[in-house]
């Protein structure tokens, strides 16, 4: 398929049938801003739900946290956000269009890396929209601000938070006492961020307003490196066995000397061949005991742990992976939109059918169950038993249009099996069940189909 329109592809669908639409829109919109409608939202919470089972519930040594979006500004100048987190920013004197200079630099293929100055090749870039002449780069600071209570001054300026470590950390201290957990273990947390990028883009790729699931592994700075190893080996198996994508559109970039934050011993960012390039995913670090060390200067509180055994007092080092949601979610996008050849009621004909192939665990809808035909005699059987289903299954019942129609419809929202109810099933009490992707279709007793279904999700 081809590259360029599958973006444009995947955006259609997804404000057709409900996956995502522009926010505001009945005010025009707000650029970059979406809304996840319901089969978003169903997806979404897939995703974060089989993310927390696999990094979270599943393992003894992982706690988990919901702190404030809005924190002291205080934890915003140890973790380094308000001194260094910010792009350099180039407006142009013309149309007055803003963008960042990394990616200006890296359109004209040039180092976008720069420590101080910005290299000559800026000076000789024209705006990318109207030729116009570009200003000098200047540091613009990414945090949203805001002003808490009724007063607008100094005193009273807070942010939203720009990531979620910042409360693991700031926590770790009362999580460790409280849980009495011993090194190694991990605080993980789900949450919304908030970043004023300078170019959003892309669809959901890079937005103001996103969510971010991420683990602080606190362990002892020993054999850190075989720790790092266990989790790049768990990071692959919840892109292979849970997300089920194709692993040769990932790309394990290992950040080498300078490119990597002074902190950091080792950092891998996982890179995915979206249609407009290979970009970042999501990432792991070794951050050492950056955070806590900086959190215990600034708060001036002891942030060491006593290892019971050893008697050993030491700050934690830190193992942060980091997976971006909506990335997440506009991967398995991506990756399960097919166009494919089928059959339709004529013999001998075909059509293109799209099918979004998600892994049955993510569908947003699980069973569609669909009377042949909207009289009440079945109708009332279809309704009884997607009621029933509902129990157990995310579930959609729908009796508009024809049977081919309504396949056709459940396949391009990824509905893994349709039920359909006929006119034999009020004699036989059997119901026709057909597979999303094979398109087989298998005559199952009415009494067994949950249990039916049941094995076909495990
Ligand atoms: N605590 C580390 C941290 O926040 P990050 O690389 O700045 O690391 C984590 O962000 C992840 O959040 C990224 O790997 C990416 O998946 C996602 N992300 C970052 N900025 C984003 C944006 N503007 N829109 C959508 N997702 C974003």
Not at 247 to 256: A, F, G, R, T
Not at 340 to 353: D, M, S, Y
């Amino acid at each position: 398929m081809e590259q360029t329109n599958i973006m444009e592809k995947i955006i259609s669908l997804s404000k057709r049938r409900g996956f995502i639409f522009p926010g505001s829109e009945i005010y025009g919109g707000l650029a970059n801003s979406w809304d996840y409608g319901p089969l978003g939202h169903l997806l979404k919470q897939n995703i974060k739900k089989a993310w927390w089972k696999f990094f979270v519930e599943e393992r003894a040594d992982m706690v988990p946290l919901d702190a404030a979006i809005i924190m002291n500004p205080k934890v915003w100048e140890a973790s380094g956000h308000l001194q260094n987190f910010s792009d350099s920013l180039v407006e142009c004197k013309n149309c007055h269009h803003r963008f960042r200079a990394d990616h200006l630099l890296e359109a004209v293929g040039a180092e976008p890396k720069y420590d101080k100055e910005p290299p000559r090749t800026l000076s000789e870039v024209a705006c990318p929209d109207c030729g116009g002449k570009l200003t000098e780069p200047k540091q613009f600071n990414l945090m949203f601000k805001t002003f808490l209570g009724t007063t607008e001054d100094s005193s009273t300026v807070a942010y939203l938070r720009p990531e979620t470590a910042a409360g693991m950390f700031v926590n770790f201290k009362n999580i460790q006492q409280t849980t009495r957990r011993r090194l190694p273990f991990g605080i993980a947390q789900v949450g919304k961020n908030f970043r004023n990028e300078i170019t959003p883009g892309n669809f959901i790729f890079r937005t103001r307003e996103f969510e971010i699931g991420e683990f602080e592994y606190f362990i002892h700075p020993t054999g850190w490196e075989k720790i790092f190893e266990m989790w790049l080996g768990e990071i692959k198996r919840w892109w292979k066995e849970i997300m089920q994508i194709n692993m040769d559109n990932l790309v394990w970039h290992e950040l080498p000397d300078g490119e990597r934050a002074h902190y950091s011993k080792r950092t891998v960012d996982i890179e995915y061949k979206y249609p407009f390039g290979v970009k970042e995913l999501h990432g792991i670090a070794y951050r050492t005991d950056f955070d806590l060390s900086r959190h215990e200067k600034i708060s001036g509180q002891d942030l060491h742990y006593a290892d019971p055994e050893t008697g050993e007092k030491f700050l934690p080092h830190v193992i942060e992976p980091t997976f971006g949601i909506d990335r997440m979610l506009l991967v398995s996008l991506l990756e399960a939109y097919h166009e494919e050849e089928a059959p339709t009621t004529e013999a001998g004909k075909t059509e293109t059918r799209v099918v979004m192939k998600f892994p049955k665990h993510l569908a947003p809808i699980q069973v569609a169950v669909l009377p042949l035909s909207k009289k009440e005699e079945l109708a009332s059987v279809a309704k009884e038993l997607a009621q029933n289903l509902r129990k157990d299954f995310w579930v959609d019942y729908d009796e508009t249009q024809s049977i081919g129609k309504r396949y056709r419809r459940q396949d391009e929202i990824g509905t893994p099996y349709c039920v359909t109810v006929d006119f034999d099933s009020l004699n036989d009490k059997k119901v026709t069940v057909r597979d999303r992707d094979s398109m087989q279709q298998e005559r199952v007793a009415m009494e067994e189909i949950k249990e039916y279904l049941q094995a076909k999700f495990k």
